[in-house]
T-cell receptor
Framework: AQSVSQHNHHVILSEAASLELGCNYS??????LFWYVQYPGQHLQLLLK??????LVKGIKGFEAEFIKSKFSFNLRKPSVQWSDTAEYFC???????????FGQGTTLQVKP | DAGVTQSPTHLIKTRGQHVTLRCSPI?????VSWYQQVLGQGPQFIFQ???????GRGNFPDRFSARQFPNYSSELNVNALLLGDSALYLC???????????FGPGTRLTVL
């Protein structure tokens, strides 16, 4: 069965610290990969996506992610977090042919000023 | 441009009742998907509709049904509500089935 695993459930960082959130998936075919973010009181927003091409993708607000096919991973990174990055982050995988997204359980990021 | 809109925002029902949730996609988007998000978990896929046809269904009982209208808006219906149906129901739209999905604010359903 397809699955998405986010290793970090709750991360606490100080401002200016570097961030890396892990995401591994289980699926044998062509995949589309996403990171969504949910800021407090707001709805899910697309942070970045990978469909094909350069495995290092850049998103909004200085976030980037790297697709490593051999490791079935799509980790999210940011060199220096800000207090405003406090939010819940979801990794999601879609198969190449359908719109079904499988989400990880999410990582709550708390950035201390 | 207006994003995905959902109504109502909040809903309280009792066990055994039925509920209808509504979603309007982004203009020009022909695909609508529904997800259930229980507190502390990631969204779980319920249905996808594209061009008014069901294109995918998640592991949910037959109490859950949906449809898409000619204007691409969609309804999610849940019959015989159970306490466990309490969740945030999210609608997402995309230009076509496998394209990037954009989410609405959700409908918070509480079943008492």
């Amino acid at each position: 069965a397809q699955s998405v695993s986010q290793h970090n459930h709750h991360v606490i960082l100080s401002e200016a610290a570097s961030l890396e959130l892990g995401c591994n998936y289980s699926y044998g075919g062509t995949v589309n990969l996403f990171w969504y973010v949910q800021y407090p009181g707001q709805h899910l927003q697309l942070l970045l996506k990978y469909f094909s091409g350069d495995p290092l993708v850049k998103g909004i607000k200085g976030f980037e992610a790297e697709f490593i096919k051999s490791k079935f991973s799509f980790n999210l990174r940011k060199p220096s977090v800000q207090w405003s990055d406090t939010a819940e982050y979801f990794c999601a995988v879609g198969s190449g042919n359908t719109g079904k997204l499988i989400f990880g359980q999410g990582t709550t990021l708390q950035v201390k000023p | 441009d207006a994003g995905v809109t959902q109504s109502p925002t909040h809903l309280i029902k009792t066990r055994g009742q039925h509920v209808t949730l509504r979603c309007s996609p982004i203009s020009g988007h022909k695909s609508v998907s529904w997800y259930q998000q229980v507190l502390g978990q990631g969204p779980q896929f319920i249905f996808q509709y594209y061009e008014k046809e069901e294109r995918g269904r998640g592991n949910f009982p037959d109490r859950f049904s949906a449809r898409q209208f000619p204007n691409y808006s969609s309804e999610l219906n849940v019959n015989a509500l159970l306490l466990g149906d309490s969740a945030l129901y999210l609608c997402a739209s995309a230009t076509y089935g496998a394209d990037t999905q954009y989410f609405g604010p959700g409908t918070r359903l509480t079943v008492l």
